[in-house]
């Protein structure tokens, strides 16, 4: 059974453009989330999708946005990158809520901003 | 507030030796506790998960344990590997109704040298 894949592995951008992310959850899953990990710094939550709907979000700015697809795949979407959006962004899926269900990790996208 | 904290904040042993993990939490109510495994640059992969009936889980040289009446949980890794060189991040599920979430440490760096 294949796991969850992100695409891509890396992105270099510069401040002030747009970054796309992607995430294909494992067959089955239909709950996506989201994550932020800075260097050193600890898991971040940053969006919930659940059946094509954002259920839950964490503190960031609107400039992280995303959507769910009808096949659960999930796209994470930041505008107006600044220098601290460097980091690397975790995709998980799920049967359900992460609180219920065991959340299975992609590889990551590293996002540098210069 | 719901806080998890995690130590030591990093540990270095030699390979081969047993080690001890602390993961200490105020989520409240409290719903289940995970410890997970990452790999520099990696997703986390769970290790383990146990409800508040559950003191003791083991998954191959890992065993976690948990005081739910302490709040307090440890993970043992024994006869240490190379491999178990990576970032331990406990976990915990909690809150009431629409507003349980998942709590992330800030996770416990190791090092196993040879």
């Known amino acids: 059974e294949a796991g969850v894949t992100q695409s891509p592995t890396h992105l270099i951008k510069t401040r002030g453009q747009q970054a796309t992310l992607r995430c294909s959850p494992i067959?089955?899953?239909?709950?996506v989330y989201w994550y932020q990990q800075a260097l050193g710094l600890g898991l971040q939550f940053l969006l919930w999708y659940d059946e094509g709907e954002e259920r839950n979000r964490g503190n960031f700015p609107p400039r992280f946005s995303g959507r769910q697809f009808p096949n659960y795949s999930s796209e994470l979407n930041v505008n107006a990158l600044e220098l601290e959006d460097s980091a690397l962004y975790l995709c998980?899926?799920?049967?359900?809520?992460?609180?219920?269900?065991?959340?299975?990790f992609g590889p990551g996208t590293r996002l540098t901003v210069l | 507030k719901n806080q998890v904290e995690q130590s030591p904040q990093s540990l270095i042993i030699l390979e081969g030796k047993n080690c001890t993990l602390q993961c200490n939490y105020t989520v409240s109510p409290f719903s289940n506790l995970r410890w997970y495994k990452q790999d520099t640059g990696r997703g986390p992969v769970s290790l383990t998960i146990?409800?508040?009936s559950e003191n003791t889980k083991s998954n191959g040289r890992y065993t976690a344990t948990l005081d739910a009446d302490t709040k307090q949980s440890s993970l043992h890794i024994t006869a240490s590997q190379l491999s178990d060189s990576a970032s331990y991040i406990c976990?915990?599920?909690?809150?009431?109704?629409?507003?349980?979430?998942?709590?992330w440490g800030l996770g416990t760096s190791l090092a196993v040298n040879p």
């Open positions: 976990v915990v599920s909690g809150g009431a109704g629409n507003n349980r979430k998942l709590i």
């Open positions: 998980a899926s799920s049967y359900g809520r992460a609180d219920t269900y065991t959340q299975y």
């Open positions: 146990m409800t508040f």
């Open positions: 067959s089955g899953h239909t709950s």
